[in-house]
Structure formats: structure tokens, C-alpha cells
């Protein structure tokens, strides 16, 4: 699995539009938008609920298709795949992190990142190690015979960015990553992913209304009514790595 070019094109949204029927009307939550996301980047898309950020990132993900104009993943254009292709792409290629953390109760932390490895096709050499290695890189050696009942809700979000990092991805999307967070927990858990763009060149994706990821963002792209209407490359404040459990 080749990983993408530091600066090179990771994803890239022409003229997309993206309309949902609701009874005898059409929603149109994107209305032409056009941006480029490079790798290696760490961008919060921005604006209040309603405004097109979750469905930008949804195209972006290969979770939806637009309505009018393309997505591009990594040179590809996503509406040319089958549902089979985007399937294989999103185990592949892209790690999902979620404000309500998706994460499987019957099974440990360990197992909870183990299944993502085994969804995404990696051979089964090392995996034990590589699953063992993402649970300690974000600080819960201790905990991985645990299950998501018997940990906090920043460990449970540690539990999921391990088990989107374990695949390698090209791309780790975040959609609201703080929302279910206190303020300690949730800055704690953006240190560490920002830290992790830092050290490994990951791209990270966030969908947000929250000053604390944009305190953070290298990039801040705003929406509002389906439309972007700024685009900011910023030097984010440093911040000290917070504590958290």
C-alpha cells in the first residue's frame, strides 16, 4: 500500500452539489462546491449544523455520492466505482472517527482495533503487534482486555483513533471528534491527533463547530447554506499536550 506524497493531491471536490428529497421537496446541502485537500493536511471544515460540513466530509469518505460534479480520492474519481470498490476503499484507505465513537461493546479495546484490521484486508503477519502498537501510541497499554463499558469517554475515544490509525490510512476522517467530550478530555484527544499529524505526516479531516479544533486546524475551510465561503491556511496557537483519561 503506497502512501500519498506530502503536499501531493489527496482529495479533491469540482463543482460538487449534493441535494436530499424530503417528501415534495429538494434539500440542497451543497450548491457547487469546489476545494482541494493536499496530504498531510490538518483541516477542520467549519460552520454551524446545516451548513454542509458533514456531507462534505460523507463525499469525501465514500459514504455518499453527489448529485452534480466529483469527488477525487487519491486521483480516482469515486463516482466511476462500484459500491463494492468504495467499500474496499473505505476499509483500505480511510479511518472514520465519530462524536459518538461507533465502538463495539461486547469486545475490548483490543478487539475493537483488531476487527478494523481484519475488515481492511492486512494480512494477519503482525497484526497482533500493529494492534497492540496503535493502543499504545495513544496511551492505553494498560487497558486493551477492557471493554467500552469500563473505560471513560476520552479512552473510548482513544480506542477509536487507534483503531482508525491501525489501518495506515491515507486519510483519517472526524466528524465532531470533541462533541462527547469534557473540554480536558477533548483537547487531550486533539493534542494527541495533532501530534500524530506532526510525527507520521497523517491527514486529518475534522467536521466541526467547536473553537477548540479550530484553535488547532492548520487549515479552516467555512461553510454555510451548502456554499464554502472562506478558506484559511492558519499557524495554530501551541498548545500544551493535556492530560487525559
Known amino acids: 500500500m503506497t502512501s500519498p506524497v506530502p503536499g501531493a493531491a489527496l482529495c479533491q471536490l469540482v463543482g460538487v452539489k449534493k441535494n436530499y428529497p424530503m417528501g415534495d421537496l429538494v434539500v440542497q446541502a451543497l450548491k457547487g462546491v469546489s476545494v482541494e ?17 458533514s456531507t462534505v466530509l460523507n463525499l469525501i469518505g465514500c459514504l455518499d455520492r453527489p448529485s452534480e460534479g466529483q469527488v477525487f480520492l487519491e486521483g ?6 462500484s459500491d463494492s470498490a468504495l467499500g474496499d476503499v473505505r476499509a483500505r484507505r480511510i479511518g472514520f472517527i465519530f462524536q459518538s465513537f461507533n465502538l463495539i461493546p461486547v469486545l475490548t479495546a483490543f478487539e475493537n482495533v483488531e476487527l478494523a484490521m481484519k475488515l481492511s484486508g492486512a494480512s494477519e503477519k ?8 496503535a493502543l499504545r501510541s495513544v496511551g492505553l497499554a494498560d487497558y486493551m482486555t477492557r471493554r467500552p463499558a469500563q473505560l471513560s469517554g476520552g479512552q473510548q475515544q482513544r480506542v ?80 500544551p499536550v493535556a492530560a487525559g483519561g
Open 126 to 133: 503482525g497484526q497482533k503487534e500493529r494492534v497492540e502498537e
Open 160 to 239: 477509536a483513533i487507534a483503531r482508525a490509525l491501525v489501518k495506515q490510512p491515507a486519510l483519517i476522517i472526524a466528524d465532531e471528534p470533541t462533541a462527547n467530550l469534557d473540554s480536558k478530555n477533548g483537547a487531550a484527544i486533539l493534542d494527541l491527533m495533532r501530534t500524530m499529524n506532526a510525527d507520521n505526516g497523517t491527514t486529518f479531516l475534522f467536521s466541526t463547530h467547536d473553537k477548540m479544533v479550530m484553535d488547532r486546524a492548520r487549515r479552516i475551510i467555512r461553510l454555510s447554506d451548502g456554499q464554502v465561503i472562506d478558506d484559511e491556511r492558519v499557524e495554530p496557537s501551541p498548545t
Open 76 to 81: 480516482r474519481d469515486v463516482a466511476t466505482l
Open 37 to 53: 485537500v493536499t496530504a498531510g493536511e490538518f483541516t477542520a471544515f467549519a460552520g454551524p449544523s446545516g451548513s454542509g460540513k
